[in-house]
């Protein structure tokens, strides 16, 4: 790591938690080959010797999650696979930004630091380095609105939510996926048989012990690993509509999961369902190739099942405009969308009528493009959201479902948690829970703080944040020292050559659902006994994790700013380049709390620098 023939490393100290960023100029580094470019902005740059990069050695005195800021000099177009690590790992890319040459570039990443030395590596042969800063990355301020955002939510949803609500922050629920379904099915009238239900005419397959929730194949295996039972059962929609549903295997495979998300609400459980949907007759959610989806080649006009493995559902002609503002009721993938929307609603409506909630993720990993849903634009797929949510709430009045949405990465930017997009947030009225997908492949079951940041730093603190799928679990020793405690993970399946609990070693299992910080179906207090805190009103708000007493936070298009003590502050932002664009203020302030809007800047990132009155912070912000 650095360089071969000259060193550059320096020793350098970031030494108190929340103090300011510190800047280390690469160009002071002992044996730097230094460059001057009069087209550079700051003039000089240190340039590395081969594709290893320029290190820095960086001592802190805490172990926490530290933000690293670092401006660099594109020389070369290879300059794309370069990464920022700290300690050998990477922590960040650079594909976020745009592909010019000869040009330079503020890019921010986020990564965990150990007492002492930590070395922070940036660039390649093809990348000259102008600094880095580091700083202690300030812990969020969370405010949760009390209530769902479904208007007069019933009360079970609102016991889930206050559940989830009163726990983040402090505990981690533990989820497993079911795929693969022991059931009982009665093909001649079409209907399931229902543990107890057997006779011997039926010829059963399965005991009543198998066909149970607890004795589901994914179920089972979590606990003979853990010793527990997962507080949450996730199920999936993915036979309830599309090509077969009718059918006797498709249909009791949808009928089980209402069997077991009763059972596992009598056991004081948490249900969650996603939908893998499969529109109308199609038989297929997934898109193939590029162009992927209904931009496929074999996607002639009027085609709307299967072309291959590429499914050619257009929903966008749903819509009116290249933005997807207007409904079009008139066309055939309108009533596509509605009529399977309306089959789930039946599904959910029995479960609404016997007093049951669900944690509902719809149109799930958004701006992926591996689904038909993913395929459109930013724009297009947050109409599409919407009018599944008002489908759903306002026509068909379910009032049990808390709203999930998943964020996920753009591979047009990369896959690594930088990459993760936010302009497909459907709006913080149709959602009450950020969840991003995660399958760590080095299976260290690190906190994935990075992702969990991003997510705070785009989407914004009004929201609770949860792993909504994963491989490897997150080990709650990481996730309380980063102080990333995601609301719940949910372990995808081990049937269907899933194998996901592979991922996690049986010690690991054992230990972290032993812990009190991790919340099992034995922990939970039961939906009869618990009793949701009616003295908060609906629309009050309530941290859940306190920042220092100076402090900035960026909430959608604003910036919030509040200072211990009085002094001279200025407000800028920058480009990603590093060019000071707009100064939102500048001039003493009393201490307070301060709010600065940037609803007038164009879309983009952009970098916010606060400065004066006990504060000093940088901060990533994406106007929408």
């Keep these: 790591m650095g360089y071969k023939a000259t060193t550059a490393i320096a020793v350098l100290s970031a030494a108190t938690a929340f103090a300011a960023p510190t800047t280390y100029e690469a160009e002071d580094l002992t044996g730097a080959t230094v460059v001057e470019d009069a087209d550079y902005s700051g003039g000089k740059y240190a340039k590395p010797a081969d594709a290893s990069g320029i290190t820095f050695?960086?001592?802190?005195?805490?172990?926490?999650?530290?933000?690293?800021?670092?401006?660099?000099?594109?020389?070369?177009?290879?300059?794309?696979?370069?990464?920022?690590?700290?300690?050998?790992?990477?922590?960040?890319?650079?594909?976020?930004t745009p592909r010019n040459c000869d040009s330079?570039?503020?890019?921010?990443?986020?990564?965990?630091?150990k007492t002492g030395g930590n070395t922070i590596t940036v660039g390649n042969q093809a990348i000259g380095v102008d600094y880095i800063t580091v700083e202690r990355h300030p812990d969020p301020e969370f405010k949760i609105n009390a209530a769902p955002v479904t208007p007069n939510a019933s009360e079970s949803a609102r016991k889930v939510y206050s559940f989830l609500r009163e726990n983040f922050g402090k505990k981690t629920i533990s989820g497993m996926m079911i795929s693969d379904q022991n059931f009982n099915y009665n093909y001649g009238d079409m209907k399931i048989i229902p543990p107890g239900g057997c006779t011997p005419a039926d010829s059963c397959k399965y005991t009543?012990?198998?066909?149970?929730?607890?004795?589901?194949?994914?179920?089972?295996?979590?606990?003979?690993?853990?010793?527990?039972?997962?507080?949450?059962?996730?199920?999936?929609?993915?036979?309830?509509?599309?090509?077969?549903?009718?059918?006797?295997?498709?249909?009791?495979?949808?009928?089980?999961?209402?069997?077991?998300?009763?059972?596992?609400?009598?056991?004081?459980?948490?249900?969650?369902?996603?939908?893998?949907?499969?529109?109308?007759?199609?038989?297929?959610?997934?898109?193939?190739?590029?162009?992927?989806?209904?931009?496929?080649?074999?996607?002639?006009?009027?085609?709307?099942?299967?072309?291959?493995?590429?499914?050619?559902?257009?929903?966008?002609?749903?819509?009116?405009?290249?933005?997807?503002?207007?409904?079009?009721?008139?066309?055939?993938?309108?009533k596509d969308i509605v009529a399977d929307v309306d089959i789930v609603s039946g599904y959910f409506k029995q479960l609404q009528d016997k007093g049951i909630a669900v944690v509902w993720r719809p149109l799930h990993e958004a701006s992926g493009g591996w689904f038909w849903w993913g395929v459109g634009s930013a724009e297009c797929y947050v109409q599409l959201y919407r009018l599944v949510f008002k489908r759903m709430v306002e026509t068909n009045k379910l009032n049990n479902?808390?709203?999930?949405w998943n964020i996920n990465t753009d591979p047009a930017f990369g896959y690594d948690y930088s990459a993760l997009n936010a302009a497909w947030y459907p709006g913080d009225e149709y959602v009450d829970i950020v969840a991003v997908d995660i399958y760590d492949p080095l299976n260290d079951h690190n906190s994935a703080a990075n992702?969990?940041?991003?997510?705070?730093?785009?989407?914004?603190?009004?929201?609770?944040?949860?792993?909504?799928?994963?491989?490897?679990?997150?080990?709650?020793?990481?996730?309380?020292?980063?102080?990333?405690?995601?609301?719940?993970?949910?372990?995808?399946?081990?049937?269907?050559?899933?194998?996901?609990?592979?991922?996690?070693?049986?010690?690991?299992?054992?230990?972290?659902?032993?812990?009190?910080?991790?919340?099992?179906?034995?922990?939970?207090?039961?939906?009869?006994?618990?009793?949701?805190?009616?003295?908060?009103?609906?629309?009050?708000?309530?941290?859940?994790?306190?920042?220092?007493?100076?402090?900035?936070?960026?909430?959608?298009?604003?910036?919030?700013?509040?200072?211990?003590?009085?002094?001279?502050?200025s407000v800028d932002v920058f480009s990603m380049n590093g060019k000071r664009i707009a100064t939102l203020y500048r001039g003493n302030i009393a201490a307070g709390s301060y709010s600065f809007s940037l609803e007038n800047m164009p879309k983009g990132s952009y970098i916010v620098r606060v400065k004066g009155a006990g504060i000093a912070a940088t901060q990533p912000v994406l106007v929408r």
């Design 57 to 96: 050695t960086v001592k802190v005195e805490e172990t926490a999650v530290y933000d690293i800021t670092t401006k660099v000099l594109i020389k070369q177009y290879d300059w794309i696979t370069s990464k920022i690590t700290v300690n050998g790992v990477d922590v960040g890319s650079m594909l976020t």
């Design 104 to 113: 330079s570039y503020v890019v921010s990443a986020s990564a965990k630091m």
């Design 208 to 334: 009543d012990e198998q066909v149970s929730w607890k004795g589901q194949t994914d179920i089972a295996e979590f606990y003979k690993r853990s010793g527990h039972y997962p507080a949450i059962g996730g199920f999936d929609m993915l036979f309830a509509a599309g090509g077969h549903h009718e059918e006797g295997w498709f249909k009791g495979y949808t009928e089980n999961n209402i069997l077991m998300t009763e059972e596992l609400w009598e056991l004081g459980g948490i249900p969650t369902y996603t939908w893998h949907w499969k529109v109308g007759e199609d038989t297929v959610f997934y898109t193939q190739g590029t162009p992927a989806g209904f931009n496929n080649p074999g996607c002639t006009e009027g085609v709307m099942g299967t072309s291959g493995t590429n499914t050619c559902f257009n929903y966008t002609k749903a819509f009116k405009g290249d933005k997807c503002a207007e409904i079009n009721e008139t066309s055939q993938e309108y």
């Design 401 to 404: 479902l808390i709203w999930v």
């Design 451 to 569: 992702y969990y940041n991003k997510i705070v730093s785009d989407v914004g603190t009004s929201k609770m944040i949860a792993l909504s799928e994963n491989g490897a679990i997150p080990d709650i020793d990481s996730i309380a020292e980063d102080k990333a405690y995601w609301s719940y993970w949910m372990t995808w399946s081990q049937t269907w050559s899933g194998n996901f609990l592979e991922k996690t070693p049986t010690d690991m299992w054992k230990r972290n659902l032993d812990d009190e910080r991790i919340i099992a179906l034995d922990n939970m207090p039961g939906w009869d006994k618990f009793v949701v805190d009616t003295s908060i009103a609906p629309d009050a708000i309530e941290p859940k994790v306190t920042n220092a007493a100076s402090k900035l936070s960026i909430n959608g298009n604003s910036i919030s700013l509040t200072t211990a003590k009085a002094g001279n502050v």
